[in-house]
């Protein structure tokens, strides 16, 4: 019995002493992964470089989630002023926002400006749960939404 362990442990040890495999990554400059290799080496003294393909989808096919990510609502909770940032490539995207109170369904529709950034007070409305609806012009979202609490 020991015979056989100590026989099955030194084959194990020597595949695993046999093949190695390194996973090497590149970056662009935002930390984006752009290329992944994998060394595989089957000896000591050379290896086996395969680029494997890592873009599963096309740069125009953005996710929901990706673009509910590039949305921003701070501070939240908040006493009064809010601030709404998202990313620039999507200001042309947008086509209306909405503020709308859960408690008494006011909707209230938020001027757009040219930049990426809107502030709004809402110090002179009730505590509660507000939300935002960002209509976008958008093949794969219509709209987001982002909620905010008011104290």
Avoid: C
Avoid at 7 to 35: P, W
Avoid at 42 to 54: A, C, F, K, N, Y
Avoid at 112 to 120: E, P
């Amino acid at each position: 019995m020991k015979k056989t362990f100590l026989y099955v442990l030194m084959l194990f040890i020597g595949f695993k002493m046999y093949s190695q495999t390194v996973l090497e990554y590149t970056y662009d400059e935002a930390g984006n992964q752009t290329f992944r290799k994998e060394k595989t080496s089957s000896s000591g003294d050379h290896s086996i470089i395969r680029p494997i393909d890592t873009d599963d989808k096309k740069p125009d096919k953005i996710t929901p989630q990706e673009i509910n990510n590039k949305f921003i609502i701070s501070p939240n909770p908040t006493s009064g002023l809010v601030e709404l940032k998202w990313n620039s490539n999507l200001s042309e995207s947008i086509t209306k926002i909405e503020l709308i109170s859960i408690q008494s369904s006011e909707r209230i529709d938020i001027p757009l400006t040219k930049n990426n950034l809107i502030g709004i007070d809402l110090s002179n409305k009730p505590a509660g749960l507000y939300i935002i609806f960002f209509h976008l012009n958008n093949e794969t979202v219509s709209s987001v939404q982002k909620k905010i609490i008011k104290f």
